[in-house]
Nanobody
Framework: QVQLVESGGGLVQAGGSLRLSCAAS????????MGWYRQAPGKQRELVAI???????NYADSVQGRFTISRDNAKNTVYLQMNSLKPEDSAVYYC???????????????WGQGTQVTVSS
């Protein structure tokens, strides 16, 4: 069974930094892409950043230049370094992974449980 376990959320003042981590555990899979989404109260879940198995990245315009996504393939872990945080970055952040499973062969999407990020002004 594959699980995504997130860590690193919390409370920070505006202008501060946080780093989120998400580790994929289990067996019988390889990672196609991993990313982070966020959902603020009353708003739809939105893509924050994504990184492919080839290392290509894509960011939401609102975080470009402030957030950096990276991954450690050996640890099946993705990171989101968030700098210059703003109150509008406050949300529940969800890890997302597109995995290739081997038995049976298929592609599946997994979500983490979510971690709260709160930025105070």
């Amino acid at each position: 069974q594959v699980q995504l376990v997130e860590s690193g959320g919390g409370l920070v003042q505006a202008g501060g930094s946080l780093r989120l981590s998400c580790a994929a555990s289990g067996s019988g899979f390889s990672i196609n892409a991993m990313g982070w989404y966020r959902q603020a109260p009353g708003k739809q879940r939105e893509l924050v950043a994504i990184i492919t198995d080839g290392g290509s990245t894509n960011y939401a315009d609102s975080v470009q230049g402030r957030f950096t996504i990276s991954r450690d393939n050996a640890k099946n872990t993705v990171y989101l370094q968030m700098n210059s945080l703003k109150p509008e970055d406050s949300a529940v952040y969800y890890c997302n992974a597109i995995l290739r499973l081997v038995s049976p062969v298929r592609t599946s999407i997994y979500w983490g449980q979510g971690t709260q990020v709160t930025v105070s002004s």
